[in-house]
Structure formats: structure tokens, C-alpha cells
């Protein structure tokens, strides 16, 4: 078995991606079924569109298409088993971290609820509540929202396993609340899972990558760039790029800090993920992008294999998601690599517990969540705020805010 593989192995990293692509495992008969609905899904969706859809579309389809997308559908993903691991399916140490910042921001507001936004297999909740509790901090309310029925339905069994005493805390959204929310909003791996439109620099102008169906197969092609909004934002990233460089640019994130903005009265937002600040995401060397895929602990760079039984996923820009934050009326209030984050938030003292084999087995998480060459250099904390002015401790050994 391949060892388990974070998202964040970047292009640079995935040198023999053809090689990868050889090797990937072939999934069961089930499986191939499946995926061969998704397909028939998206193919009528490129014919009803007049012979091609924007990459953003495939992505959402690939991803969230009702029961049939990656997500949406019912494969493990998560974990050892799955497809990839995520920091808080490591290690508990994680959502302890996150619970000691979440506590610090309910203490100054004089209490509030907690909500997470795309939660996986439920285990960061789980952890975080209980963390919570140690602290004597617990949220009045612990909202959940996730798009997929199916997670929800993992979230529900992993929380009511782990942490049946605050099930009753626990509340599953459909969308984002209305308005007048108080307290902590936190989503891991969110803002990569949302679907991006792909660009082309090329010798004529700018073409935005989009995908047609030919020969029985997904193909690339391209297309002047419809959507003049769109047409705008990508030539301001593309200006002095060398002809050929491809990259994404991920408009949903935008979308989604506005609807956060104007439900969240007073708090604090905190997102982590891989990513970059603008002027390294679209560094001319980076000529590629980042767009990546995940099967079975296997990282290589085509979307059109296996679609709905593979992960896409590309890294965050977050001088954008900054930007996004301000035009819709937060405060940025810090931004550090997960691995300082967490060290500011006492994770070497909290892996100090149980006997020696356990205390070995978490200094080997630790070191997997903060060591630079590993997850703490290339995943960020940003933490985005309104009506909060105290410092937040997982900033404090540093903030790169100047560096966005
Ligand atoms: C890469 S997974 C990360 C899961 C979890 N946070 C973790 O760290 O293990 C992305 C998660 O976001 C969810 N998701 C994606 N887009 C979403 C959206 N717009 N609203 C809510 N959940 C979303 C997916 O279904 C999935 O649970």
C-alpha cells in the first residue's frame, strides 16, 4: 500500500506524474459503475452547453453532482483507507490546537457558537468539542455545514461514537445562517475543494481552459473568455506571464467570504489550507498550476481519470482570499504557516501525554503537521474577523500578513 498522502504534495513534488498515472490502482466493478454515471451526467451536460463546459463546471460536477460526485457520493476518501489524509484525521493534536484558539476567541466574546464548514469525517468536530470542554469553553451551539448527504451522515456517527455527551449541541445546517452570528468560524480544506476556472496564456491572448467530450473521452480545449468579469481578473494574473503558463483562479472563494461576511456579526473566521500568497501562486515558474488529484494515496495531475472516484483539488491564493475579505468588510487578523500556528498553540505541551510509546507516536504527528518539508510550511492558517481587536495566540511567534 502506498503510504498515506496529505493534499499538499504540490506539482513540484509530482515529477513523474505519468508514472503515477500508470500505477494507479484499477477500483472494482461497483466503482466503475458509478463513475460511468458521473460521466454519462457530465457528458450531457457538455452537450446541452453546445459541445464544451468551463473546467469550474467539470470540477463541480466531478466533486458535488447530487449522489454521484466525488464527495457527494458515498466512497471512504478520508483516512488510511481512502484517498488522502487530512491534518485532523492525523492527529487529535490538531483539532486541540484549533480548540485552544476557538477558546480564546469565545472567552473575549463572552461566549458564542461554533461553526465548521465542510467537515469531512466529523473527527475534527469531535476532537474540538472535546477540547472544548477540557477547556470549560464549550460553544452554545456547534453548527455543522456540509454539502454532501452522505459526510453528514458519517459526521452524525463519528460524533455521536466519540462525543455522545454534546451530541446535543450539535446542529446540522443546510446553509450558511441568516445573519447575527457570534463567535468562531473554521474550515479545514475547504476553500480547495471548491471548484476553479482554468486560464492559458497563448500566442493570440488569453483562453480559458474548458472541456469537451470527444472520441469517448473527456479532452481539453479552449475558449476566449466569456465572462468579462472573468476576463478581467485573469488577464490582471496573467500580465507578464510567459506564453503557455496555465493556471486557476477560484472565484467560489470569493463568493463564499462575501456569505460569510454578511452572516457574521462579531468573531473570528479561521481557514487553513495549502496555498500561497499571489505573487509565488503565480510565480512564471509555476507554469502548470496546481491543480492535483488524489486516488488512493496516489497525487497525479489529470481530472479526467476515474471522474467521481478521485479527489481534484487545487491550491488557495490568499492574497485573493484576503482581498475578498476586505471588499466584503472583514478584518484581516493574521496569517502563519500551519506549523507555527500550532506551535503557538502549545502543540509540543499537548503532546506530552500518556506513556512513552504514545508520547513517540504523537511527536511523529507533530513533527508531520509542523515541519516545514512536511505540512507546516506549505499549509496556512488566515484568520479573518469583524468587531475583534484582541490578539489571536496562534499569531503570536509570527503573522505574515505583510508578506500577502
Ligand atoms: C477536502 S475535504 C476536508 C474535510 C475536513 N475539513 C478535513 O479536514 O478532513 C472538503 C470538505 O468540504 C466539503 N465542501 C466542499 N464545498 C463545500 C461547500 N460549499 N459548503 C460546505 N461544504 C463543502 C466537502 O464535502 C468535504 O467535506
Known sequence: MNPPVSRAASRHTIRQAGEALARLPEPDKEAQVHSMALIRLIVDDIAGAGGQISFARYMELALFA????????????????????TAPEISPLFSRCLARQTAEVLENLGGGDVLEVGAGSGIMAADLLAGLAELGTLPDR???????????QRQRETLARMVPQLLDRVQWLDS???GGFCGVVLANELLDALPVHLFRTEAGGLRERCVGWQDGRFQWCSRDVLDTALAR???VLADGLPEGYTSELNLAAGGWIGSVASMLQAGVVLLI?????????????RDRGTLMCHYRHRAHDDPFVYPGLQDITAHVDFTAVAESAVDAGLDVLGYNTQGLFLLANGITELAQSGDEREQ???AQ??????????MGELFKVMA???????PLRGFALQDLRGKL
Open 176 to 178: 450558511l445562517p441568516e
Open 273 to 285: 489550507d495549502y496555498g500561497f500568497p499571489r505573487h509565488e501562486y503565480y510565480h512564471p515558474q
Open 233 to 235: 481578473r485573469f488577464e
Open 142 to 152: 456547534y453548527f455543522l455545514l456540509e454539502l454532501s448527504a452522505d459526510l453528514r
Open 384 to 390: 479573518l474577523g469583524r468587531g475583534y481587536d484582541a
Open 365 to 374: 504527528q507533530v513533527r508531520t503537521l509542523t515541519l516545514p518539508g512536511d
Open 360 to 362: 513517540l507516536r504523537l
Open 66 to 85: 447530487p449522489g454521484l460526485g466525488y464527495y457527494s457520493a458515498g466512497s471512504q476518501k478520508f483516512g488510511a483507507s481512502g484517498d488522502f489524509v
